[in-house]
C-alpha cells in the first residue's frame, strides 16, 4: 500500500469543485425531487421552507408543488437525525438513518439526566409512543402527559428524552409549501404504516456520504453525522476507495468514479436557504468558506440565506415580497453582478411567493438589489 504522504493532494479549488458536483450544484440535476433527497441523505429542515429552496438550487425545473406532494404521500419526511436536528428525508432513510445516529441520540439524553431523576426511561419511551401514535401530538401536550407520571422531573428533559429516545416525524400539513400547521408529532412508523428495520449498515452509510460530500476526511463525516468512532468503517472500506490529501495532509477518500471536475471548471451563482447542508457537513470548510469570512453567516444562533458566487461563499441575501435584497461580502466584476441578478431572478419567478404555490406563474417579475457590502 502507497505510504500516506504519497497520496494525490487535492486543493481548496479542487475539492470545492468535487464537492459541488456532488451536491449538484455546478449544475443543476435533471432529477427528481425524491431521488435528489436520496441522494443528498437528507435535507436540513429546521425551518419549512429551506428544503424548497435547497432544491431549487440543484434541480432543474424544480416547483415547490414537486416537494409538497412528497410530503402529503408520505414518501418524505421530517424528522430529528444528523447532529440532532430536522431533516427531510425519504421514508426509506427516515426509517434506517434515524437507527444508525441513535447512539448520539442516546448520548444527548445523558446531559439531561440531572431533570430526569427517577425517569424510568423505557418507560417514557412505552408511553411517549402510546400517546402519539394515538393521534398527532404537540410537543407540549406530549410533556404534559409525561409529567403525570414524573411530576417533579423538568418539563424540558422531558421533552429532549421523548424527542430523543422516540423516531418522532412532523406530520402534514407542517412542511408542505403554501400551507401552515402546528407542530405534531407522531412516531415515524406509525406515520408510514411501516415497521423500522435494522440501522443502515455503516459502512453504506459512508459511501453515500462520499457520494453527496466527497471527498471527505473521517472527521468530516462525523461531523455530518453527529457520530464518533467512524475511522474503523473507513479502513475496512480503503482498499476500495479513493485515497487524497488536502494541503495541510488530512487524509481525504472518496469513491474511484466520482466526478472530481478540473478546477476551473465554471460554477455559476447559486442562492440557498439558511442552515443548508453544503456549510454544516465537513469539519473543514475553507472548500466553501474562505478563513477571513468564517462566522459571518450568523448572527447569534441564526443563520442567514447565503450565496455562493465561483462556488465559494459570497454574501447574504434576504427576501422581501418580491424583492431580493443581495449583499456581497466584497465588490465583483459587472459581469459576475449580471450573473447574479439573472439566478435571482429566475429564484422569485419560481419561489418568490407572488405566484400560486405550485411556482409556475411567473407573470410578476421580481427585482434583485445590491446592499452596502457585509462588513
Not at 470545492?16 to 427528481?32: D, F, I, P, W, Y
Not at 428544503?51 to 424528522?79: C, D, I, K, N, T
Not at 406530520?171 to 415515524?188: D, M, N
Request: one cysteine or more.
Amino acid at each position: 500500500m502507497a505510504s500516506r504522504t504519497s497520496h494525490p493532494v487535492l486543493d481548496n479549488r479542487a475539492l470545492n469543485r468535487a464537492t459541488l458536483a456532488r451536491q449538484l450544484l455546478l449544475s443543476r440535476a435533471e432529477m427528481s425531487a425524491r431521488d435528489a433527497v436520496g441522494h443528498l441523505l437528507g435535507l436540513q429542515a429546521q425551518n419549512v421552507k429551506p428544503p424548497y429552496f435547497q432544491l431549487h438550487a440543484r434541480l432543474a425545473g424544480f416547483r415547490p408543488a414537486e416537494l409538497a406532494g412528497l410530503m402529503e404521500s408520505r414518501q418524505v419526511v421530517r424528522m430529528v437525525t444528523m447532529r440532532s436536528t430536522i431533516h427531510t428525508h425519504t421514508a426509506d432513510d427516515a426509517l434506517t438513518l434515524r437507527p444508525l445516529v441513535q447512539p448520539a441520540r442516546d448520548r444527548e439524553v445523558n446531559y439531561f439526566r440531572k431533570g430526569l431523576a427517577g425517569v424510568d426511561l423505557d418507560r417514557l419511551a412505552e408511553l411517549a409512543r402510546a400517546f402519539v401514535d394515538t393521534e398527532p401530538r404537540t410537543m407540549a401536550e406530549l410533556r404534559e402527559e409525561l409529567l403525570k407520571e414524573w411530576p417533579a422531573a423538568d418539563p424540558q428533559s422531558l421533552s429532549v428524552a421523548a424527542r430523543c429516545r422516540l423516531p418522532l416525524v412532523q406530520v402534514t400539513p407542517r412542511g408542505v409549501w403554501g400551507r401552515s400547521g402546528q407542530v405534531r408529532l407522531t412516531t415515524v412508523e406509525n406515520w408510514l404504516g411501516r415497521t423500522a428495520g435494522a440501522a443502515q449498515p455503516v459502512d453504506d452509510a459512508v459511501l453515500r456520504y462520499l457520494a453527496a460530500f466527497g471527498p471527505a476526511s473521517v472527521k468530516d463525516m462525523q461531523v455530518w453525522a453527529g457520530l464518533t468512532r467512524l475511522r474503523e468503517a473507513f479502513e475496512r472500506l480503503r482498499p476500495g476507495l479513493a485515497v487524497f490529501r488536502d494541503g495541510d495532509g488530512v487524509e481525504l477518500f472518496d469513491l474511484p468514479d466520482a466526478p472530481r471536475p478540473d478546477a476551473d471548471t465554471p460554477a455559476p451563482p447559486r442562492f440557498l436557504p439558511e442552515f443548508d447542508n453544503l456549510l454544516l457537513s465537513h469539519a473543514d470548510r475553507t472548500r466553501v468558506v474562505a478563513p477571513e469570512i468564517k462566522g459571518r453567516t450568523w448572527t447569534g444562533n441564526q443563520s442567514h440565506c447565503t450565496l455562493l458566487v465561483d462556488g465559494f461563499l459570497a454574501g447574504l441575501w434576504k427576501q422581501d415580497g418580491n424583492t431580493l435584497t443581495v449583499q456581497l461580502f466584497e465588490e465583483t466584476s459587472a459581469g459576475r453582478k449580471e450573473e447574479i441578478v439573472a439566478e435571482g431572478e429566475e429564484m422569485l419567478a419560481v419561489m418568490g411567493g407572488v405566484q400560486g404555490s405550485d411556482g409556475t406563474d411567473d407573470s410578476v417579475r421580481g427585482s434583485v438589489r445590491f446592499a452596502s457590502i457585509h462588513g
